[in-house]
């Protein structure tokens, strides 16, 4: 039996021992039909977590076969995404999607160039691609490559990542206990003349003296200058493929790494991947009780995490510095007995007063409306670059009783009502209610329908049932409302919100990805 037989068994000894998800599984058989030229490059010791969707799958393509791969992965559901611009890196592509059973995204890393180096800059191409394509068979899930041909490549990784002066200096001269376990699996996998002939026909600018000495730092006992004099080697070795020069190399680390430590120091989200279809805007209608606050809360868990992701309460926009400018003029005057209390009912409005209470609602529901459109069009702006959006209530000109242009409808309901005679009282026909009522209105004739609407319907029996703490009449209105309208000319997507919560929310995952 030849070493090269002997390798190759060995390595079949890791067959895997967590069950691929349906939608990995899918993805092998495909690819296997399809006769894609590719191979999993790396971290093959963990092979079963990358079925599992435990760890992202990171495939080696032959870019001849770039058409079909990318085919292959849009049949079984994957989806196109782009990486944030500290992690793009030339002919890498990832690719997302969603296994409904598992609950699981499944992160595909698509290289067509074998690029190494620090995190932070990743400024090396191994060009080997094809050699390591060629030594590739089968192992379980994946076709993966040669042992002699991974060490190698693992190798050169490690030193570049760990055994260079910046890493050392930054406190990352030593393997991770996740990559010693890789290095202590790959060596003993290999056959040293094997791999020696490989560096020799493939590599012969970087040594088999060089390599093996490479080796031998990487061990725990090795000192930092030798770790560092080999790092400093290789990357000499390897300066024909850099990206960038060394020194231009160093200055995007240190900035990458300055602006890390100032996003983590201000607690801001980092940059998220952004589909390559585009962004788009998604807004849950739906009655009180009918769960729209928690299916905005769990879909935006379930996003954040990968996605560039925004929610936005229209109900509740945030004030504007106009519109704080005016409440609180508007509260002086309450204060101070000009008018009573703020009216939204009508029990409010037959206080007696100086001036009628009912100015004061008018002018707030036009700051309102300000509000409402300012916050859609930040939110439109940031879907418009690629994010995700997700209303929490949304303006709709056929809901009447929520989110909406209210002016009208209200001084037409003051105007029947009885109580006191106020001063300045609202008047339907009053050219002051009108120009207040159309500048209303404008803001919402500019706020146009969402990409993706969904409306939680749920009876209003139930609704009551689940909001003991409000008013009676006021959930059963607005619930009423939602149940009665008929939703399909408007294209929305309509969920009864009485089934359980996990039904409800697997529901709501599968249609957003069918979506996105």
């Not at 009912?358 to 916050?375: H, K, N, Q, S």
């Not at 670059?385 to 989110?403: H, K």
Request: net charge positive.
């Amino acid at each position: 039996m030849t070493a090269s037989t002997q390798s190759q068994l060995v390595a079949e000894e890791n067959v895997t021992t967590l069950s691929p998800l349906a939608s990995v599984a899918m993805l092998s058989h495909a690819l296997q039909s399809a006769s894609v030229k590719y191979c999993h490059w790396k971290s093959n010791n963990t092979l079963d977590q990358s079925g599992s969707g435990d760890k992202d799958i990171d495939l080696l393509v032959d870019r001849s076969d770039s058409l079909k791969f990318s085919s292959v992965l849009a049949q079984c559901g994957f989806k196109l995404a782009h990486a944030p611009s500290g992690k793009q890196m030339p002919g890498v592509l990832d690719y997302f999607g969603y296994d409904a059973a598992a609950d699981k995204w499944v992160h595909v890393h698509a290289h067509y160039q074998l690029i190494a180096g620090h995190d932070f800059s990743k400024n090396y191409r191994l060009p080997i691609e094809q050699p390591y394509l060629e030594s590739s068979y089968q192992q379980g899930i994946f076709k993966v490559p040669k042992p002699e041909f991974e060490f190698i490549v693992f190798v050169a990784r490690m030193m570049l990542k760990h055994s260079t002066w910046y890493a050392i200096l930054s406190g990352e001269g030593r393997l991770k206990p996740a990559e010693r376990e890789e290095l202590l699996y790959l060596q003993s996998r290999v056959a040293r003349p094997q791999l020696n002939a490989i560096l020799e026909l493939h590599l012969p600018y970087f040594g088999v003296t060089l390599f093996w000495k490479c080796v031998d730092s990487l061990s725990s006992n090795s000192t930092f200058h030798s770790r560092a004099t080999a790092g400093r080697q290789v990357e000499k070795k390897l300066r024909t493929h850099a990206r960038r020069s060394t020194y231009g190399d160093i200055a995007l680390k240190v900035t990458r790494r300055v602006v890390f430590a100032v996003r983590r120091r201000l607690h801001l989200s980092m940059p998220k991947y952004r589909f390559g279809s585009g962004g788009t805007t998604i807004a849950f209608v739906g009655g009180d009780g009918a769960g729209k606050s928690t299916a905005v809360d769990a879909l935006r868990c379930w996003l954040f995490k990968d996605f560039a992701t925004s929610c936005v309460h229209l109900g509740k926009p945030a004030w504007s510095p106009l519109t704080k400018g005016i409440r609180g003029f508007l509260k002086i005057g309450h204060l101070i007995g000009v008018y009573g209390a703020e009216a939204s009912t009508m029990e409010t409005l037959n206080e007696k007063s100086f001036v009628s209470p009912g100015y004061a609602w008018i002018i707030r529901e036009v700051c309102r409306a300000r509000d409402r459109y300012w916050t859609y069009v930040r939110a439109q702006r940031y879907a418009a670059n690629g994010g995700i959006v997700i209303f929490d209530r949304f303006p709709l000109a056929q809901v009447e009783l929520m989110d909406g242009p209210l002016i009208r409808q209200f001084v037409s309901s003051l105007a029947n009502s009885p109580g006191s005679v106020c001063f300045l009282r609202p008047r339907p026909n009053s050219w002051l209610v009108k120009f207040l009522a159309q500048i209303e209105e404008n803001f919402y004739k500019e706020i146009v329908s969402p990409d993706l609407l969904i409306v939680l319907r749920v009876d209003p029996d139930t609704a009551v049932q689940r909001k003991p703490d409000e008013l009676e009449y006021f959930v059963r209105e607005r619930s009423t409302e939602i149940w009665n309208l008929n939703w399909q000319h408007l294209g929305a997507h309509v969920i009864e919100a009485d089934k359980g919560k996990a039904e409800i929310l697997a529901e709501l995952k599968k249609l957003v990805w069918a979506h996105l």
